[in-house]
């Protein structure tokens, strides 16, 4: 958890090792999932993620591949 001012910021990270597909043994891969729940502002709704979550998601998984 980080605060700065009166924003406080949470981050989970989840990790799973799988095995590597077939045709592709030394290579790996990343899903970034973001999740941007009510709690983070009222502009925010429950369910499945809204195009920001999924604008963020993209970009952080662009960050990792490029």
């Given at each position: 958890?980080?605060?700065?001012?009166?924003?406080?910021?949470?981050?989970?990270?989840?990790?799973?090792?799988?095995?590597p597909a077939i045709?592709?043994?030394?290579k790996g891969y990343?899903?970034?999932?973001?999740?941007?729940?009510?709690?983070?502002s009222p502009k925010?709704?429950?369910?499945?993620?809204?195009?920001?979550?999924?604008?963020?998601?993209?970009?952080?998984?662009?960050?990792?591949?490029?």
């Open positions: 958890m980080v605060r700065l001012g009166g924003t406080t910021v949470v981050c989970g990270v989840k990790a799973e090792v799988c095995e045709d592709t043994p030394n990343l899903v970034p999932n973001v999740e941007l729940s009510p709690l983070c925010f709704k429950q369910g499945p993620p809204g195009e920001k979550a999924q604008v963020v998601s993209q970009f952080i998984h662009q960050l990792f591949t490029k």
